[in-house]
Structure formats: C-alpha cells, structure tokens
C-alpha cells in the first residue's frame, strides 16, 4: 500500500514536472518566433538600405567616371596652354630683343 501511494506520488510529481517543462518551452518558442520575426524584418529593411545605398555607390562611381575623364582633358588642356605660353615668352623676348637692336640702330643714326 505505502509503495503504491509512492508510485502514485512520484508519476504525479513527474507529469507535473512535465506539465510545466511543457509550458515553459512552449513559451520559449513563442518568444524565438518572435525574435525571429522581428530579425527578419531588420535584415529585409538593411537589405533594401543596402540596395538604396548600392544605387547610389554606383551613381557615385559613375560620376567620378566622367570626372576623372574631364579632369584629365583639363590637365591635357593645361599643358597645352603652357607650351603655348612659354612659346609666346620666347617670342616676346625676341621682339624685345628686336626693338633693343632697332633703337641702337637709330641711336647710332641719330
């Protein structure tokens, strides 16, 4: 009798261990769908920040193209204009040089 009130005693204590074993995983679950909800939602919303953000490196990308292309015909046109300058220098110096001579020879008239 008393081993028959111990058996009783011990399957109820293990089914209400049980029971609440249950309950309390079941509420962990619930709470890791949850999250898992809610983490899904953060990784669709960056990856279309992302994608936003993409878009704009490649525009950006895209503009420092055209950029570079017209800084270089810039720096072309820039070399060209001091070839033409030190050209335009020398030709100064040799008409200076021109009218020094020609003012001596009408000094040397006068």
Request: net charge positive.
């Amino acid at each position: 009798m008393i081993a028959d009130w111990l058996i009783a005693t011990i399957l109820f204590s293990t089914c209400l261990y049980l029971l609440v074993m249950v309950f309390y995983f079941r509420t962990l679950l619930r709470k890791e769908k949850r999250s898992n909800i809610v983490v899904k939602r953060t990784l669709s919303d960056a990856e279309v920040v992302i994608r936003k953000y993409q878009v704009q490196l490649q525009r950006s990308l895209g503009n420092i193209d055209i950029l570079s292309d017209e800084l270089k015909k810039v720096k072309n046109d820039l070399k060209s204009l001091r070839t033409r300058n030190s050209q335009y220098r020398m030709e100064g110096d040799k008409l200076r040089q021109h009218i020094k001579d020609l003012e001596g020879k009408i000094e040397a008239l006068l």
